[in-house]
């Protein structure tokens, strides 16, 4: 485990904290004035490799082939030109800090990303971490790289699970989850809805599952899978004949048919490493899903139509409602698709420069 300390005068600024994978929902903004939770587990950090954080500069002042050496093969709005390496923890998590008000952006329902950090140390007042938790993001407190260090505490470090453990330990994201608004006059002002993680996720995979395709067309298994990305994979893959298939592959699944073109496969839920396929299906294209997302769809929870044990009595009905559905078909998030997508090399082929091209008339067609 590791304790977080301040750069300048190293007091301790976080309690024990152990790895894990960045969320692929870390950087998400989730609709207008929506409540999220939390974005850390209790006692987890996580880090983010990529730059962020002003300054910023637009396109128009790069050069592509310094963009491409930085892993981004097609236009975007901007690049950051803040350090990369930002550490995400709990709020719950910090300890010895001061909030700056001053400093803090947003103020529309809570704080936001502002022009320096929000928090600083108690002890030397050293800028060192930025507190969010304004509507439509994810309550969190990103630690800034350059202000703070890490320091090994307790026991010799211990192994990440192994597949098996994780399979047992880890639990599935569900697919919908009630969602809030910011305040509401209405005590159970909540609905329904696809779950922003899964939104997140299926973004990610979205551009990697048209990677895979050539520009050809791709079918994805019957069942929630299709229901997720198929209509997608409809409106922007071209319609005809050899079709690349992709399936659901990983650890405790039987081994994918050889046929199989694309692996839809889990990440570690402490490394981010994703699952390796062994054998002839070694060579199809992976895709990646967030651990929690991808047991859902290879375990999910029943909704169990009777009672787990006995019988009612006699004379009373049940009032256990069906399982909830979301209000409306499964869209995507367009900008983690467009920053997934700019950074894979296949993007420089014309074709899926015309798809990211063309948000507007995906964006009626209820893709995004």
């Keep these: 485990m590791f304790v977080f300390v301040c750069a300048g005068c190293g007091a301790s600024l976080t309690v024990p904290l152990s790895q894990v994978a960045l969320p692929t929902h870390a950087r998400?903004?989730?609709?207008?004035?929506?409540?999220?939770?939390?974005?850390?587990?209790?006692?987890?950090?996580?880090?983010?490799?990529?730059?962020?954080?002003?300054?910023?500069?637009?396109?128009?002042?790069?050069?592509?082939?310094?963009?491409?050496?930085?892993?981004?093969?097609?236009?975007?709005?901007?690049?950051?030109?803040?350090?990369?390496?930002?550490?995400?923890?709990?709020?719950?998590?910090?300890?010895?800090?001061?909030?700056?008000?001053?400093?803090?952006?947003?103020?529309?329902?809570?704080?936001?990303?502002?022009?320096?950090?929000?928090?600083?140390?108690?002890?030397?007042?050293?800028?060192?971490?930025?507190?969010?938790?304004?509507?439509?993001?994810?309550?969190?407190?990103?630690?800034?790289?350059?202000?703070?260090?890490?320091?090994?505490?307790?026991?010799?470090?211990?192994?990440?699970?192994?597949?098996?453990?994780?399979?047992?330990?880890?639990?599935?994201?569900?697919?919908?989850?009630?969602?809030?608004?910011?305040?509401?006059?209405?005590?159970?002002?909540?609905?329904?809805?696809?779950?922003?993680?899964?939104?997140?996720?299926?973004?990610?995979?979205?551009?990697?599952?048209?990677?895979?395709?050539?520009g050809r067309p791709v079918t994805v298994p019957q069942g929630?899978?299709?229901?997720?990305?198929?209509?997608?994979?409809?409106?922007?893959?071209?319609?005809?004949?050899?079709?690349?298939?992709?399936?659901l592959a990983g650890p405790g699944l039987p081994a994918p048919d050889t046929d199989a073109d694309i692996l839809l496969l889990p990440t570690h839920p402490q490394t981010g490493e994703l699952w390796g396929p062994t054998g002839p299906v070694a060579s199809a294209y992976p895709v990646p899903l967030p651990f929690g997302v991808w047991k859902w769809l290879a375990s999910p929870d029943p909704h169990l139509p009777l009672p787990a044990a006995g019988t009612m009595p006699d004379g009373v009905l049940r009032d256990d409602p069906p399982a909830p559905r979301p209000h409306r078909l499964f869209r995507f998030d367009p900008s983690i698709f467009e920053h997934t997508l700019v950074r894979l090399p296949a993007v420089r082929s014309r074709w899926l420069r015309e798809i990211l091209d063309d948000r507007t008339q995906h964006m009626r067609a209820g893709i995004y």
Aim: aromatic residues 8%; hydrophobic residues 45%.
């Design 28 to 214: 998400q903004k989730y609709g207008n004035g929506i409540q999220l939770p939390v974005l850390m587990e209790s006692g987890t950090f996580a880090v983010d490799p990529e730059f962020w954080g002003p300054p910023w500069r637009s396109w128009d002042n790069i050069d592509p082939d310094e963009a491409a050496a930085r892993g981004v093969y097609a236009p975007v709005r901007a690049l950051s030109e803040g350090a990369p390496g930002a550490i995400v923890i709990a709020p719950g998590e910090v300890r010895g800090t001061v909030l700056v008000p001053e400093n803090a952006g947003g103020y529309c329902c809570g704080l936001d990303w502002g022009d320096s950090p929000n928090m600083a140390c108690e002890e030397c007042g050293l800028p060192v971490a930025n507190r969010i938790d304004d509507c439509s993001l994810w309550q969190a407190v990103w630690l800034v790289p350059d202000a703070v260090r890490r320091v090994h505490v307790g026991d010799a470090e211990t192994a990440p699970l192994s597949w098996a453990e994780a399979l047992a330990k880890e639990k599935g994201t569900p697919p919908v989850a009630p969602l809030a608004r910011w305040g509401s006059l209405h005590e159970l002002d909540h609905w329904w809805s696809w779950n922003p993680q899964w939104e997140a996720a299926a973004s990610r995979a979205l551009a990697h599952l048209l990677a895979a395709s050539g």
């Design 224 to 247: 929630l899978i299709a229901e997720v990305f198929q209509r997608a994979l409809n409106v922007l893959l071209p319609a005809g004949p050899q079709a690349r298939r992709g399936v």
